[in-house]
Protein backbone atom coordinates (compact mmCIF):
# COMPACT_ATOMS: atom_id res chain seq x y z
CA UNK A 1 0.00 0.00 0.00
CA UNK A 2 1.13 3.27 -1.19
CA UNK A 3 1.01 6.50 1.89
CA UNK A 4 1.16 9.79 0.60
CA UNK A 5 2.69 12.67 2.92
CA UNK A 6 2.25 16.58 1.15
CA UNK A 7 3.81 19.62 1.73
CA UNK A 8 4.56 22.57 0.69
CA UNK A 9 1.33 24.57 1.63
CA UNK A 10 1.05 27.82 3.33
CA UNK A 11 0.42 31.73 3.23
CA UNK A 12 0.82 33.29 -0.05
CA UNK A 13 -0.30 37.01 -1.58
CA UNK A 14 -2.77 36.82 -4.73
CA UNK A 15 -1.42 36.51 -7.64
CA UNK A 16 1.64 34.41 -6.47
CA UNK A 17 2.64 30.88 -6.72
CA UNK A 18 3.54 27.98 -4.65
CA UNK A 19 4.41 24.14 -5.29
CA UNK A 20 3.15 21.01 -3.11
CA UNK A 21 4.87 18.27 -3.16
CA UNK A 22 3.14 14.68 -2.95
CA UNK A 23 6.20 12.00 -0.81
CA UNK A 24 4.90 8.52 -1.29
CA UNK A 25 6.57 5.44 0.32
CA UNK A 26 6.09 1.89 -1.26
CA UNK A 27 7.47 0.44 -4.32
CA UNK A 28 4.77 0.75 -6.52
CA UNK A 29 4.40 4.47 -6.63
CA UNK A 30 5.29 4.59 -9.79
CA UNK A 31 2.10 2.25 -11.22
CA UNK A 32 -0.19 4.76 -9.86
CA UNK A 33 -1.92 7.84 -11.39
CA UNK A 34 -1.58 10.80 -8.51
CA UNK A 35 -4.48 12.92 -8.72
CA UNK A 36 -4.40 16.16 -6.64
CA UNK A 37 -7.90 17.67 -4.79
CA UNK A 38 -8.46 20.53 -2.69
CA UNK A 39 -11.09 21.14 -0.37
CA UNK A 40 -12.02 24.58 1.14
CA UNK A 41 -13.98 25.13 4.16
CA UNK A 42 -17.80 24.22 4.35
CA UNK A 43 -17.53 22.95 0.69
CA UNK A 44 -16.91 19.33 -0.78
CA UNK A 45 -13.66 17.62 -2.32
CA UNK A 46 -12.88 18.50 -5.56
CA UNK A 47 -10.61 17.40 -7.99
CA UNK A 48 -7.93 19.71 -9.11
CA UNK A 49 -4.92 17.92 -11.26
CA UNK A 50 -4.02 14.06 -12.14
CA UNK A 51 -0.91 12.76 -14.36
CA UNK A 52 -0.92 9.04 -15.37
CA UNK A 53 2.01 6.84 -14.17
CA UNK A 54 4.71 7.77 -17.00
CA UNK A 55 3.89 11.34 -17.49
CA UNK A 56 2.01 11.07 -20.52
CA UNK A 57 -0.84 12.45 -20.25
CA UNK A 58 -2.45 15.19 -17.40
CA UNK A 59 -5.45 16.52 -16.35
CA UNK A 60 -6.97 19.59 -14.93
CA UNK A 61 -9.94 20.80 -13.53
CA UNK A 62 -11.02 24.19 -15.67
CA UNK A 63 -9.94 26.59 -12.75
CA UNK A 64 -6.79 25.02 -12.75
CA UNK A 65 -5.92 25.12 -16.66
CA UNK A 66 -3.09 27.59 -17.74
CA UNK A 67 -2.31 28.53 -14.06
CA UNK A 68 -1.63 24.82 -12.41
CA UNK A 69 0.63 22.21 -13.50
CA UNK A 70 1.13 18.36 -12.18
CA UNK A 71 3.77 16.69 -13.08
CA UNK A 72 6.04 13.71 -11.25
CA UNK A 73 9.59 12.29 -10.65
CA UNK A 74 9.25 8.63 -10.09
CA UNK A 75 12.66 8.13 -9.04
CA UNK A 76 11.76 10.33 -5.73
CA UNK A 77 8.20 9.27 -5.45
CA UNK A 78 7.08 12.11 -5.59
CA UNK A 79 4.03 14.08 -7.26
CA UNK A 80 4.09 18.28 -7.87
CA UNK A 81 1.76 20.42 -8.25
CA UNK A 82 2.60 23.75 -9.30
CA UNK A 83 0.13 27.01 -8.48
CA UNK A 84 0.85 30.39 -10.15
CA UNK A 85 -1.27 33.50 -10.48
CA UNK A 86 -3.30 32.05 -7.10
CA UNK A 87 -6.57 33.53 -6.36
CA UNK A 88 -8.81 33.87 -2.94
CA UNK A 89 -10.60 31.47 -3.70
CA UNK A 90 -7.57 28.90 -4.43
CA UNK A 91 -7.71 28.83 -0.62
CA UNK A 92 -8.31 25.22 0.63
CA UNK A 93 -6.23 21.87 1.81
CA UNK A 94 -4.65 20.00 -0.60
CA UNK A 95 -4.30 16.37 -0.85
CA UNK A 96 -3.18 13.63 -3.15
CA UNK A 97 -3.94 10.40 -4.13
CA UNK A 98 -3.41 7.51 -5.68
CA UNK A 99 -5.69 5.37 -8.46
CA UNK A 100 -5.57 2.89 -11.18
CA UNK A 101 -6.65 4.91 -13.75
CA UNK A 102 -7.16 8.67 -14.27
CA UNK A 103 -10.13 10.49 -13.21
CA UNK A 104 -11.91 13.38 -11.72
CA UNK A 105 -14.01 10.84 -9.37
CA UNK A 106 -13.28 11.23 -5.88
CA UNK A 107 -14.07 7.24 -5.58
CA UNK A 108 -11.10 5.87 -8.09
CA UNK A 109 -9.10 7.07 -5.41
CA UNK A 110 -7.14 4.85 -3.08
CA UNK A 111 -4.83 5.97 -0.48
CA UNK A 112 -4.95 9.34 0.50
CA UNK A 113 -2.64 12.01 2.26
CA UNK A 114 -3.75 14.27 5.27
CA UNK A 115 -3.07 17.62 3.63
CA UNK A 116 -1.31 20.44 3.02
CA UNK A 117 -3.36 24.18 3.88
CA UNK A 118 -2.94 26.62 0.79
CA UNK A 119 -4.24 29.88 2.07
CA UNK A 120 -4.39 33.41 -0.29
CA UNK A 121 -4.53 36.55 0.80
CA UNK A 122 -5.13 39.80 -0.43
Known amino acids: QVQLVESGGGLVQAGGSLTLSCVATGRTFSSYVVGWFRQAPGKEREFVAGITWNSDRTDYANYAKGRFTVSRENTKNTAYLQMTSLKLEDTAVYSC???????????????WGQGTQVTVAS
Open 97 to 111: AVARSLSHYIAMYES
